[in-house]
């Protein structure tokens, strides 16, 4: 029989805020993050981003750590703290750190292209992290594009289900930076206005940053320390539909099939879903798909479902975890985030919830989809 697992703590810092209150805060009270570039230094300063709203100085001050490492380690740094405070833990000791990521140090080779930072890779900005909080016994890094954190989550839960750890930490981070913005700007998929997902006048996605860690514990070892378990990691699946290097299928077939190895595992029929936080990224083609893997899935019976991406913008590699502590905080405090931008619809696409909704929630499924049809669902239930 396979461990139950829960979350013992959590961490975010977003374009809504820095930490778990202060996202909380704006989620109910509608104060999206996307706005004109603040930080970045880019000539595409027509794009609204979820700019962090914290320099890299300000960042190092707030955890301490020194403002010349990568802003994705930064990132990274503030929410481990968070997580573990709240999971009661001094530091890693005894746990491994499981983070996803895309862009990594390329901020840094950046500064001092044609040479290359020691810090620009994706592993290392996890790895520095691990190593100023410490104690960790090893340190991953995943990076399957907008996937990453979601893949985080599921990698350390297996490493929990096989008994190789009691306990583990899994998350993402993600800056912004020029190879970031310029690289989506290629693929014309940038929204020069705030982004509508799901509406029909829907033009694109806008860029985010930040980062979100999670302590992930078999009930075990959060009885046994004398944790309170905030939720439960009921199901998870992940399908890899490689149907295009960038888009989506049509009928959402990757999609399709990770929420349905998702609801397997929970043990739960679709009709148990009370909220869904879609991956919607306000591109046309991502928001026809996923809308049509969802109706799939419910049978055309979709309950109440928006994208926090309004909010915070696309953090890609970190939206996966981002999404999950939004997820946590709706099933803590029984509310659905209301879609932003919203006003017209579009019959290729489901119909999100436009306004905050107070309610009970017990069950809440988090989709997080990545370049190459690799596509993730994850399943967060109340703990009773």
């Known amino acids: 029989m396979k461990p139950e697992l829960v979350i013992t703590g959590a961490g975010v810092v977003s374009a809504i805020g820095v930490g778990k209150a202060a996202n909380?805060?704006?989620?109910?009270?509608?104060?999206?993050?996307?706005?004109?570039?603040?930080?970045?230094?880019?000539?595409?300063?027509?794009?609204?981003?979820?700019?962090?709203?914290?320099s890299n100085e300000e960042l190092g001050a707030l955890c301490g750590a020194p403002a010349d490492w990568p802003r994705t380690t930064l990132l990274s740094i503030c929410a481990l703290?968070?997580?573990?405070?709240?999971?009661?833990?001094?530091?890693?000791?005894?746990?491994?750190?499981?983070?996803?990521?895309?862009?990594?140090?390329?901020?840094?080779?950046?500064?001092?292209?044609?040479?290359?930072?020691?810090?620009?890779?994706?592993?290392?900005?996890?790895?520095?992290?691990?190593?100023?909080?410490g104690g960790f016994e090893d340190a991953t890094t995943l990076s399957t594009a907008c996937s990453s954190a979601a893949n985080a989550f599921m990698f350390g839960a297996n490493l929990l289900r096989t008994g190789q750890y009691e306990r583990v930490v899994v998350g993402g981070s993600e800056s912004l930076s020029n190879y970031h913005l310029n690289g989506f700007n290629s693929l014309m998929i940038l929204d020069r206005e705030p982004c509508r997902p799901f509406d029909a006048t829907r033009a694109g996605l806008n860029l985010g940053e930040g980062a979100a860690y999670l302590v992930l514990e078999t009930i075990e070892s959060a009885l046994k320390r004398g944790a309170r378990p905030l939720a439960r990691l009921s199901g998870f699946g992940n399908a890899c539909d490689a149907f295009h290097q960038t888009a989506s299928s049509e009928n959402g077939e990757g999609a399709y099939l990770a929420m349905q190895k998702a609801?397997?595992?929970?043990g739960l029929q679709p009709s148990q879903i009370d909220y869904i936080n879609a991956h919607g990224t306000g591109t046309p083609n991502n928001d026809?798909?996923?809308?049509?893997?969802?109706?799939?899935v419910f049978d055309g019976k979709v309950p109440p479902v928006s994208s926090t991406k309004a909010f915070t913008g696309h953090t890609t590699s970190a939206s996966g975890s981002i999404e999950a502590v939004f997820c946590l905080l709706a099933l803590q405090h029984g509310f659905i985030p209301p879609q932003l931008n919203y006003s017209t619809p579009d019959p290729a696409c489901v119909m999100p919830c436009?306004?905050?909704?107070?309610?009970?929630?017990k069950h809440i499924l988090s989709n997080a989809f990545g370049f190459g049809g690799n596509d993730s669902s994850f399943i967060l239930s109340a703990y009773e």
């Open 24 to 54: 909380l805060d704006s989620l109910l009270h509608t104060r999206p993050g996307v706005a004109p570039v603040r930080y970045l230094a880019t000539s595409l300063r027509d794009f609204p981003v979820g700019e962090v709203k914290l």
């Open 81 to 133: 703290q968070e997580a573990l405070k709240e999971a009661g833990l001094a530091d890693g000791t005894g746990m491994r750190l499981i983070g996803g990521t895309t862009v990594g140090g390329m901020d840094l080779t950046e500064k001092v292209f044609p040479q290359y930072s020691p810090n620009h890779g994706c592993g290392a900005s996890t790895d520095l992290a691990a190593l100023y909080i």
């Open 263 to 266: 609801l397997k595992m929970a």
């Open 288 to 296: 026809a798909s996923e809308s049509a893997a969802l109706r799939r």
């Open 354 to 361: 436009t306004s905050a909704l107070k309610k009970p929630l």
